[in-house]
């Protein structure tokens, strides 16, 4: 098994930044592909960003070129960076890790962008 602890969330205003973390309780050299994903209320969950193993990357259209997802296999931490937040980024953001044929999710972490 796998726990995966998101933090980082918070109340930003629209143009700021924020950066997610999920740390893993087990080492990311067990863990292949890591995504964060993200719910917004009474939507339901959408795919953010997406990290392989080997470091290849790929998001979202609608957050192509202002989030950056990372991996820290030392420190067993997946990252997310957000810039240029929007009032549409706001939802509770979850880390998701693939290992041995399982998706392992966070309990999630809250982002809101508001004036």
């Known amino acids: 098994q796998v726990q995966l602890v998101e933090s980082g969330g918070g109340w930003v205003q629209p143009g700021g930044s924020l950066r997610l973390a999920c740390a893993a309780s087990r080492s990311f050299f067990s863990i292949g592909l890591m995504d964060w994903y993200r719910q917004a209320p009474g939507l339901g969950r959408e795919f953010v960003a997406r990290?392989?193993?080997?470091?290849?990357?790929n998001y979202a259209d609608s957050v192509k070129g202002r989030f950056t997802i990372s991996r820290d296999n030392a420190k067993n931490t997946l990252y997310l960076e957000m810039n240029s937040l929007k009032p549409e980024d706001s939802a509770v953001y979850y880390c998701?890790?693939?290992?041995?044929?399982?998706?392992?999710w966070g309990q999630g972490t809250q982002v809101t962008v508001s004036s």
């Open positions: 990290i392989t193993s080997s470091g290849s990357t």
């Open positions: 998701m890790a693939f290992s041995n044929g399982y998706n392992y």
